[in-house]
């Protein structure tokens, strides 16, 4: 029997429905019995992951000062054929605006701060582009990611220096923790003829060799992406696919017990289609992308105490643009040579580096623009005693277009009781103007670095069932760099951004329950025209809650996220209405061998926008299988 599309569909919502029953209904049978329940095999809180980025070594989680998350390779299965940008987009703390679909250009923030004060690392190195300063999350495929680290606020300013003043976000290549030699297959399909493909091969022995390789395809007609009250007129009723092939390498060898060489990469070619202009038909222009960041290393641990790691790195952000009347390029790229050495003395840390950063622009727009290098060393010192923790960083940095920096951070924690601690943190930002600001249309070329001051406090409690942090936070941001109505780009006197964010989740047997609320004024503090404006894209309240349940083989959760008005421009004249969704995802291992990830997002088809003039997704879903052979 032929379906038409709108029945495909149709069809394709009630299989991923009944897929999502079939989850639930497997878990309801489970656990009809109640003796064979193990007890000591139900979800618990973990309190003592390990993090890097918050302080550029291995450290517990439970010593952290500065607000932390990790986004495991389980949570990253429910974003089976989506992004970076859809997994970020849904942490808390973090708002989005996208200009259409699947692969098209968004932007992210997190108190307060926007995408390009933010600095994205892949395995350490930086991945952005040098003319728009923004990293390109929404062409990189989550399924070839391993976890994702976010560090909120600016003390990563004094770690790795300048676009961290909102926060640092690392992405580990998959799978940088092989435990067996592996193969597995993964397919999938969903809405708007999306499909995905993709194999992963895992290799380690006796000998110290560890080999991951990956690659998948990721194809989708798209949405239409533009409405009839675009702002600049573009609309056209036609679909802007997206196509993506991408790979990822993690090799290590271990020389000896001490010594570890080795690479690794996460490199992605896309094609997204786009609406350029208003046409009687389908609009034919198209970017063609290549991003990715890829690294060579040696990790040298020469006494039991002591480490040290070289590493080159290298990034990419290439974009092509084709239309019927104009051909635009931005090429950019980023290198990146690092030396990093930590010494443990008794229960404290002592961290030191040096690195230098080139970053090269060749681009169609401005063939003006120079290349930009930067200098940097930097010392940091972790105290752990007993009920107390500390961090002190500092860091200097030498910009070759600009007057050299040093950045600083303070943070300190005390245990109150074994579950019960409260800290405070300060740090100091630093963000250079990108190409795009100094020289792009609405550029200035004499804009001004922005600086700030930022401060957080925190009480967090967490308990063997549920883990619950609450985090104040005000940001003090000189000449902050904004677009006024005519799109040109200015240093603002001052921003000031207050907020708090509160996180909660919780464990009753094999039941999940949490919720996350973001509140923030983020304003304008020039005291000229926009005084007392809110920033751009700064919701004043953003809230979740989800439920799930989780066993050894299933785990099944629904979330719904609420989002508040925001304004779109600073002169606060054009306002994004509100909006509400409900998501529903699924991951069920239906043999040793054979496992099943679905995803239903926007279930009851919430009409919302995030960007004046670009439309979203209605009610959409993706279900995959994968076969793995051990």
Known sequence: MALSRSSSTTYLRLCILSALGGFAMSATAATGDSSVINHSELPQVELDKIVVTATRTPTKTSNVIAQTRVIDKEELQRYQGQTALDVIKNQPGFNYKQNGGLGTVGSFYTRGYDSKQILVLIDGIRYSSVSTGEPA??????????????????????????????????????????????????????SHDQFLYGATAQFINDQGTSLSISASHNETDGINATLPTHPWGIHNLDEDGFKSNNYSLHLSQKINPDLKVGVSGLYSESTTDFDSGKTTG????????????????????????????????????????????????????????????????????????????????????????????????????????????????????????????????????????????????????YRVPTFNDLFDWGGDPNLKPETSDNYEAFVEYDTLLQSTHLTGYRNEVEDMIASDASYQRKNYAEAKIEGVILTSDWFFDNYLFGLSYDYQ?????????????????????????????????????????????????????SKIDNYNIINISGNYQLSSNL????????????????EPGYNTDGTNFLTSLTYTWK
Do not use: C
């Open 137 to 190: 999350l929404s062409l990189l495929p989550a399924d070839q990611i391993d976890r994702i680290e976010i560090l909120y606020g600016a003390s990563g300013s004094s770690i790795y220096g300048a676009d961290a003043m909102g926060g640092v976000i690392q992405i580990f290549t998959k799978d940088s923790n092989i435990e067996q030699s592996q193969l597995s297959v993964t397919v999938g399909a969903g």
């Open 282 to 429: 389908k609009d034919f222009t198209k970017a063609e992308q290549k991003n990715g960041a890829a690294q060579a290393f040696i990790d040298w641990n020469y006494s039991p105490t002591s480490s040290l790691k070289l590493s080159y790195g290298h990034s990419i952000d290439e974009s092509q643009t084709t239309a019927t009347t104009y051909t635009s390029f931005y090429d950019t790229t980023q290198k990146q040579v690092s030396l990093v050495g930590s010494h443990s003395i008794s229960t404290d840390k002592l961290l030191y580096g040096i690195e230098h950063l080139k970053q090269e622009i060749d681009t169609s727009a401005y063939p003006e623009a120079d290349n930009r290098e930067v200098t940097s060393g930097f010392l940091g010192y972790m105290l752990s005693r007993d009920k107390i923790d500390a961090q002190a960083n500092v860091r200097y940095d030498d910009y070759s277009e600009y007057d050299s920096e040093t950045t600083y951070n303070l943070g300190t924690a005390y245990r109150l009781t074994p579950d019960l601690r409260v800290g405070v943190n300060y740090a100091k930002g």
């Open 521 to 573: 004024e983020a304003k304008d503090d020039s005291g000229k025209d926009n005084d007392g404006n809110y920033l751009p894209t700064r919701p004043k309240h953003k809230g979740t809650v989800y439920v799930g349940y989780q066993l050894s083989d299933l785990d099944i959760r629904a979330e719904y996220q609420y989002v508040d008005d925001y304004y779109s421009n600073i002169e606060n004249t």
């Open 595 to 610: 496992s099943m990830s679905a995803r239903l997002n926007n279930v009851f088809n919430e009409k919302y926008l995030t």
